[in-house]
């Protein structure tokens, strides 16, 4: 069975620009998380979306946003970004409670 | 407020030695709390998780203890092996109807050394 996969794993963008992180989840979860992980440091909650309904959100700026499609996969939009945004975007799926991650998109912001 | 640490940034042990990484948490509404294992430039592997409970679970050379009186998680790995080599998250998670929120420590790099 595939696990969650994340596209694309790795970009590089310049201050100011936007991007879309994408995400599809294990067959049958219908829950999708998004989480930041700096480096060097333990990821951190920025969504989560569950039956296309986003239901908690971590302290992230506006700038931040995100969908879930009917078929359960998610996008991440990242607007306006700053040096700070570079991280590894890690996306998890879940059914009744674990987490499943992704292998992650690592953005770079010059 | 919500916080979810570790006590010892780097652990080395040796081959065939058991390891015991700590974790504290601060936050007693949790329920539930999960070890991860994140070996470089992949993404976090669930190890074993932990209802709040009980006090002790037990894996495949894992085991993970929880003390909820001093808000303390630990997870103790038998006979370390150079694959165990990673950094280690605890994390815990306060469960709201569907919405669930994991809160990660800063992790810990465990080294295994021949």
């Known amino acids: 069975d595939a696990g969650v996969t994340q596209s694309p794993t790795h970009l590089i963008k310049t201050r100011g620009q936007h991007v879309t992180l994408r995400c599809s989840p294990i067959?049958?979860?219908?829950?999708v998380s998004w989480y930041q992980q700096v480096l060097g440091q333990g990821p951190q909650f920025i969504f989560q979306?569950?039956?296309?309904?986003?239901?908690g959100r971590g302290n992230f700026p506006d700038r931040f946003s995100a969908r879930q499609f009917p078929n359960y996969s998610s996008e991440l939009n990242v607007n306006a970004l700053l040096l700070g945004d570079s991280a590894l975007y890690l996306c998890?799926?879940?059914?009744?409670?674990?987490?499943?991650f992704g292998e992650g998109s690592r953005l770079t912001v010059l | 407020g919500e916080s979810v640490g570790l006590h010892l940034p780097t652990l080395s042990v040796q081959e065939g030695d058991n390891s015991i990484i700590n974790c504290a948490y601060s936050?007693?509404?949790?329920?539930?709390f999960i070890w991860y294992k994140q070996e470089s430039g992949k993404g976090p592997q669930f190890i074993i998780d932990i209802r709040s409970n009980m006090d002790k679970r037990q894996g495949q050379r894992v085991t993970v203890l929880l003390n909820k009186t001093v808000k303390h998680l630990s997870l103790q790995i038998a006979a370390t092996q150079p694959g165990d080599s990673a950094v280690y998250f605890c994390a815990e998670n306060i469960e709201s109807g569907t919405a669930s929120k994991l809160t990660f420590g800063t992790g810990t790099r465990l080294q295994v050394t021949l």
């Open positions: 979306y569950y039956e296309k309904e986003e239901r």
């Open positions: 067959s049958g979860h219908k829950s």
């Open positions: 936050n007693s509404a949790s329920d539930y």
């Open positions: 998890a799926s879940s059914s009744y409670g674990e987490l499943f």
